[in-house]
T-cell receptor, first 113, second 111 residues
Framework: DGGITQSPKYLFRKEGQNVTLSCEQN?????MYWYRQDPGQGLRLIYY???????QKGDIAEGYSVSREKKESFPLTVTSAQKNPTAFYLC????????????FGDGTRLSIL | GQNIDQPTEMTATEGAIVQINCTYQ??????LFWYQQHAGEAPTFLSY????GLEEKGRFSSFLSRSKGYSYLLLKELQMKDSASYLC????????????FGDGTTLTVKP
């Protein structure tokens, strides 16, 4: 089955710790995105990548980093510089076709210990 | 930049019709999407409008007026499973395919 796999489903971070959220896709989509969602709010764009080895900052990139070494993978690292990391993180992919929607993974819920 | 407004909450009765509005102010526009999101789950695609008018898909329809910066999602014959958050997202005018999301409208369907 084609899809987007995010792992882990739940993640806990200690003070001063970096954590990495995984996003893998087998849809052969070029573009990949990371969003953060806080309770009662919409999705805010952290980083996006349109092609392998290239990525751009979104609206709230501070305290986060990404890499895109393979088309299938777009991991997100939440660094210790992100002082309020507790949120629901969603990874999405999209084809180049302009009228096509984004497809979302099931999300990772990150909390602070 | 993009600014998108939706009502925070709505309540409707099973079997009824509900209209969820979305207004936007954008520096570029390349289409508007509606997504459904059940609590704790990923958003799923409902509809896409890029030209003015009504798009109908079964019980769901979506309308767009570009000159007014306005869209609505119409849900007919409401079912209990329609209780969810509905997100309006506007795609910007670049080639990056980025969308800005509204905060979502939480719809509660009552028996």
């Amino acid at each position: 089955d084609g899809g987007i796999t995010q792992s882990p489903k739940y993640l806990f971070r200690k003070e001063g710790q970096n954590v990495t959220l995984s996003c893998e896709q087998n849809l052969n989509h070029d573009a990949m995105y990371w969003y953060r969602q806080d309770p009662g709010q919409g999705l805010r764009l952290i980083y996006y990548s349109q092609i392998v080895n290239d990525f751009q900052k979104g609206d709230i990139a501070e305290g986060y980093s990404v890499s895109r070494e393979k088309k299938e993978s777009f991991p997100l690292t939440v660094t210790s510089a992100q002082k309020n990391p507790t949120a629901f993180y969603l990874c999405a992919t999209k084809t180049r076709q302009i009228d096509q929607p984004q497809h979302f993974g099931d999300g990772t819920r990150l909390s602070i210990l | 930049g993009q600014n998108i407004d939706q009502p925070t909450e709505m309540t409707a009765t099973e079997g009824a019709i509900v209209q969820i509005n979305c207004t936007y102010q954008t520096s570029g526009f390349n289409g508007l999407f509606w997504y459904q999101q059940h609590a704790g789950e990923a958003p799923t695609f409902l509809s896409y409008n890029v030209l003015d008018g009504l798009e109908e898909k079964g019980r769901f329809s979506s309308f767009l007026s570009r000159s007014k910066g306005y869209s609505y999602l119409l849900l007919k014959e409401l079912q209990m499973k329609d209780s969810a958050s509905y997100l309006c997202a506007v795609r910007d005018g670049t080639n990056a395919g980025k969308s800005t999301f509204g905060d979502g409208t939480t719809l509660t369907v009552k028996p």
